[in-house]
């Protein structure tokens, strides 16, 4: 088979079908955000599930979302902290809020998610850590306040996950003027020359394209 778009959104799929599976409240969180208008950014199932292997593997019990949309990997994260755990989910906009809000209440674990309405680096100084783990899927070009932040309210031991550095590739070209892939660049540096991090980063394909993570340890 070429690797092509196709291709890699047609493995995805499979990938998701054997080892994710159907989820009804999963599945109805994505069609309230269709619903609603949002855009179709929100992580891939595989995404979703890598999120709660991720928060699992590490013992997360605590954890601190920024970008929170429809509440898509929200609902992931959640789950995965048990019900003695707790996620604070951070979302710019009270619209995008609201449909989160009904749908992870709906998957039944609204008890254990704060949303909090405001942009990032804002509402960032307004919040107690520690946090065990830190997920950035929000505006590129604030990555390193993100990633700044996650630092200070992390611990040693702290898991950050940075989504979406692949960037279609342009994270090569250092003479880029989107101010995404300036964002992801910053980032990335940021990950790999800051002595609080130790990170590795992965470029993927798939349903969304070409894209990536990077993983990092507060260290």
Excluded: C
């Amino acid at each position: 088979m070429d690797s092509t778009p196709d291709a890699w959104a047609a493995a995805d799929t499979y990938l998701a079908d054997t080892l994710v599976g159907h989820d009804p409240a999963l599945e109805a969180a994505l069609e309230a955000q269709r619903a609603a208008g949002l855009p179709e950014i929100e992580v891939a199932p595989v995404g979703g599930k890598l999120l709660s292997v991720l928060t699992r593997m590490s013992g997360a019990r605590r954890v601190l979302e920024i970008g929170t949309l429809g509440g898509y990997s929200t609902i992931w994260l959640a789950r995965a902290v048990g019900p003695e755990g707790h996620v604070v989910t951070i979302e710019a906009e009270a619209g995008n809020a609201a449909v989160a809000r009904a749908s992870i209440d709906a998957a039944g674990v609204g008890d254990r998610v704060e949303i909090r309405i405001g942009r990032g680096e804002q509402v960032l100084p307004t919040i107690e850590g520690p946090f065990d783990l830190v997920f950035i899927d929000a505006d590129k070009e604030s990555n390193t306040i993100y990633l700044d932040w996650a630092a200070r309210l992390g611990h040693p031991g702290t898991v950050i996950v940075l989504d979406n550095i692949g960037r279609e590739g342009e994270i090569v070209r250092d003479d880029t003027t989107d101010s995404k892939v300036i964002g992801t660049r910053d980032g990335l540096r940021m990950l790999g020359e800051d002595p609080r991090f130790d990170a590795t980063a992965l470029q993927t394909v798939g349903v969304k394209g070409w894209d990536g993570v990077a993983i990092a340890l507060v260290v």
